[in-house]
């Protein structure tokens, strides 16, 4: 019953988490993104439309009751099931499955608005062009924090040897994972620095206040990620005998990441529309072909690897350049290695 | 200035990078002394060969438009020639406008009229030019 309890007492919290960030993330598309809501190009005089409105209206409702219900049959399962395995296993399966049911009122709004859009010809005056601020462009690599931050931060990684009752062979693993997490965290800086420029307005100063600003919160929130890596990871060399703690760690660096990355992605967003809001030149752009239900984005035109999620929170590959193709590919074997190494070492503890 | 390159359109890209920085420069938003990004993050940006941009380059640097510096890359210019060989190419270039714009209805006088409304907002008038050579 104890184990029961203290299991409950972790993964109660996890799905609460899951549930809130899924739902803020959905209940935050209903609000308009540059000319862009559910992820559909509209032109911004045409946002007071009731027509908008009533579908807006429609897809918060909509939300509200899928949410209500998925965390109530969440909670009627923690109260029935007893067996500890059992409820991990289909606890995981339900919040998949609220997480989808989530995200089917988004998809029935985008439709419903996609629909709208055609039968009242609402045509978004830019259309199958990239753009380009050279002014922006030609300083953006001065945006992002300097690389000598994560240099002292990755360096401080050492700490993990110094834990002597620890085997020689664990604490040179725990750098090793220490190390790729940095490594990638760092390959993200690269991209970052590198990523072009985005174009909000035909005002310079505009678009040079917005890049700056997001190429510093990025590279900002990947240090902190560095940061955070190498806390954790010193602290299960230390406490790597105890598994609850192990437990305990890595759940909440999970949870740490998420809760950045959303209090990042909703600071971005709302510094945005504060900056857009105050200007009379902003650009209203239509690329709706190239996201694919409005999720996937293939622009072969377009030369980002990452671009900006339309719906919900962070970066997607851009399919449409080779490099995205790779990207994608490599990281969908990664899952599958995983997934089959879990599994594999689930088989051989039981 | 905002670069806007339509990889759909039959123009080639170099045509429209050369013609947006001229008009970029004709209308004031991109001042004389004022630097541009280099050709391989101008193709970085826009998803193009950098040969692309290297060959709008040339063609801007021969008409006098910029200037390269191997040091702090391309610059706006306007110490640019006036030439014969220029006025015969505009001439050749405003008869087939005009020719369309007849053939389309438009008359001489709103011809002349567009004409003007055109240079008005240009900030660069021909009195402010340099010839080249003096």
Redesign the interface.
């Known amino acids: 019953m104890d184990l029961l309890l203290s299991k409950l007492m972790i993964f109660i919290p996890v799905v609460v988490v899951v549930m809130a960030s899924t739902y803020l993330s959905f209940i935050g598309e209903s609000k308009v993104k540059l000319n862009v809501l559910f992820g559909v190009s509209i032109p911004l005089v045409q946002l007071k439309d009731e027509s908008i409105q009533n579908i807006i209206k429609a897809y918060k409702k909509s939300l509200n009751v899928i949410t209500a219900a998925s965390l109530f049959i969440q909670m009627l399962l923690f109260i029935l099931i007893k067996n500890v395995f059992l409820m991990t296993l289909i606890c995981t399966v339900v919040v998949v499955l609220c997480v989808y049911s989530m995200s089917r009122p988004y998809a029935n709004a985008r439709k419903a608005l996609n629909l709208l859009k055609h039968e009242k010809a609402w045509h978004v005056h830019i259309e199958d062009v990239v753009l380009m601020d050279t002014k922006v462009s030609r300083i953006k690599h001065t945006f992002v924090v300097g690389p000598i931050y994560f240099i002292v931060v990755i360096l401080t990684s050492v700490l993990v040897f110094l834990n002597l009752d620890l085997v020689l062979g664990v604490r040179l693993s725990i750098f090793m994972i220490c190390t790729l997490i940095n490594g990638i965290s760092m390959g993200f800086y690269s991209i970052n620095k590198k990523s072009r420029t985005k174009v909000y307005s035909n005002n310079s100063k505009v678009n040079l206040v917005i890049n700056k600003w997001l190429k510093e919160s990025s590279s900002k929130m990947l240090l902190l990620f560095v940061v955070i890596n190498n806390v954790f990871c010193i602290i299960i060399s230390f406490f790597w005998l105890h598994e609850t703690i192990l437990f305990v760690v890595g759940i909440t660096a999970l949870m740490m990441y998420l809760l950045i990355t959303m209090a990042v992605d909703r600071k971005n967003k709302v510094y945005t529309s504060y900056v857009l809001e105050s200007d009379d030149q902003v650009l209203e752009i239509d690329d709706d072909k190239y996201w694919k239900h409005g999720t996937y984005y293939n622009n072969p035109y377009d030369s980002a690897l990452f671009v900006r999620k339309r719906n919900g929170v962070g970066y997607t590959i851009n399919m449409g350049t080779k490099k995205g193709k790779m990207v994608f590919v490599t990281v969908c074997i990664a899952i599958v290695i995983s997934i089959a190494l879990t599994c594999y070492f689930v088989i051989l503890s039981v | 200035?905002?670069?806007?390159?339509?990889?759909?359109d039959d123009t080639p890209i170099y045509v429209q990078l050369r013609n947006q920085i001229v008009i970029a420069i004709g209308n004031g938003t991109?001042k004389y002394g004022e630097?541009?990004?280099?050709i391989r993050?101008?193709a970085?940006?826009?998803?193009s060969n950098p040969m692309t941009v290297n060959k709008a380059f040339a063609i801007l640097k021969n008409e006098g438009f910029i200037s390269i510096d191997r040091r702090h890359g391309a610059k706006v210019n306007l110490n640019f020639s006036n030439s014969m060989d220029f006025r015969k190419k505009l001439a050749s270039e405003m008869e087939l406008t005009a020719s369309e714009a007849s053939l389309r209805g438009i008359g001489e006088d709103e011809f002349l009229e567009m004409c003007k409304d055109i240079y008005k907002k240009l900030k660069y008038s021909s009195s402010e030019m340099i010839p080249s050579g003096e």
């Open positions: 200035m905002i670069l806007q390159i339509n990889f759909c991109l630097r541009l990004p280099s993050q101008i970085e940006d826009i998803g």
